[in-house]
């Protein structure tokens, strides 16, 4: 399918109501000749020859015909205002469901100030397109059509002479069409950029005033400020060549009328009324060629948009749902990675990985940064795939099993809290919107949240800014704990869950998941020792492969890694604990 394809494809639900909306276009054109001739007849018949009594006749119709035009004129136009609203309506509804239906790889690569014009600029042109050029291209078409036929058979000499300004004209415009192209990519391109440009300080700001980058950041928006009216203005500067042309071509015409005309008047062969009629359709001709040079823009226009919309939508996700997808309510929630491996183009990030894990057991991942955890649990959400190996979820190998299903039995805290912008009720019930504010504050207690909640000035009812302003750390990752921990999945996933809380109130959430013990299998990611040390299982992840794997006390025993990190972190505790037993206390 082709971008336009694409774009007509939103069309042909209106296909009924476009034709009949053609159809009106196509009777106000045609119906455009009676005035002028009239008006002919008027010269001819009532001046030339005297025939008064028809007058009031011919100015009744008239009258009415252009109060019957001008209705059916705003007639189609609406048709096609409303149609092109509709038609943005469906297609912004079908664009946003592509991005959603997205993966990882998707947002890791295409820029959210790109997307954002996808969905604002980029729809507006196509939208302008159905509202206004289609019906201009076809009524100015129409209108010069009509127009040439009414000269030929009112005086086809008058009419060959004109029509000789025809082939020069689609020369020219032709010529634009193709000249403006890449001008008109090149808007997009900038739009885009300084669309992301905004986007990125906006959010980022705070960023920006903590180094003081003010100054510097405003400079880097002029230059992207400047590219963008930089390339309206080289587009400009070649469509505003044209301008002049299609003026001229306008212009000759009317010479050529009057002169041609005039001649063939004095000279007997034409009689005045039949050259004040033609010379009534001389707008006809002169309105097309006068907007050509436009619609030839904005037609490039939207064909950019159109261009942009569509590749950006014709990325396939790679991560989808198989055929036969296996789809169940709630899983176990055993789970075995065997041999699995993951690489970034050349890049081994995990390797050989493999471990089992029985439903309802917690798992402790530590490593250092970089190691490969958070990969993991992307994996097994099948954020990504696999390279090689296998991830199994209850015996199923999880590309085997529908995504919603797979994703609903996992309630996942990410190591990147993003939290939106509404109540904090509506960000812990994110997964559950339905589910009680019992619920709500049952999860909000278990992640130790619910105390400093009731604090702020709201309570849950507390509208939290874009990304979780207003909130430490430490308290977004108790409400994105609350969020994974309400969706009460068959698997929890905590990435660095706790790592900007302090240590007694990560005991306390502690104490608060043991309850839970058997309900879930959860995994911990964590840099602190306590954080994991009762798990059932704790596997070492360094440089994307397991080291060490065990319980706290097989792996102290090892004396690896996992004793290094210990020590590093309980030293004085372990020597305190030594000294009191030689102190024999
Ligand atoms: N989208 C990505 N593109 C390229 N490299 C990535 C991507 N995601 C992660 N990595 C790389 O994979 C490695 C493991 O990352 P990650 O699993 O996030 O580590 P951890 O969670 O243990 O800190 C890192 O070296 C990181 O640079
Ligand atoms: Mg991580």
Redesign the pocket.
Known sequence: MTAMQWVFSFLKKYRKRLIFAMFLATITAVTAIINPHISGTVVDDVIMNGNHKILPKLVLIMVLSTLIRTTIRFWFVMIFETTSQKMLFTMRDYVYRKFMRQDFNFY?TNRTGDLMSRQTGDMEAIRHFVAYVIYSVYENVLLFVVALVMIFIVEYRLALCMIAVMPLTIYVTYKQLISVKPAFHNIRQHFSSLNTFVQENVSGNRVVKAFAKEDYEIAKFNRENDGFRDAELNASRIWMKYVPVFEFLANALTVILYLVGGIMVVTGSMSLGKLVQVSGYLWMLNLPLRQAGWLANDYQRFVTSAEKVYSTISIEPTITDPEDAIVRERFKGDIEFSKVSYN?GEER?LKDISFKVHAGQTIGII?S???????LMNLLCRFYDVSSGEITLDGINVKNIELYSLRDNIGIAM?DVFLFSDTIEGNIAFGRPDCSMEEVIAAAKVANAHDFILQMPEGYDTIIGERGVGLSGGQKQRISLARALLKNPSIIVLDDTTSAVDMETETLIQEELTKTIGKHTVFVIAHRISSIKDADQILV?EDGKIVESGNHDSLLARKGYYHRVFHHQYGDFDQYTILQKEMGV
């Open positions: 890791n970034i990030i490593g940064t970089g190691s490969g955890k958070t990969t190591q992840v």
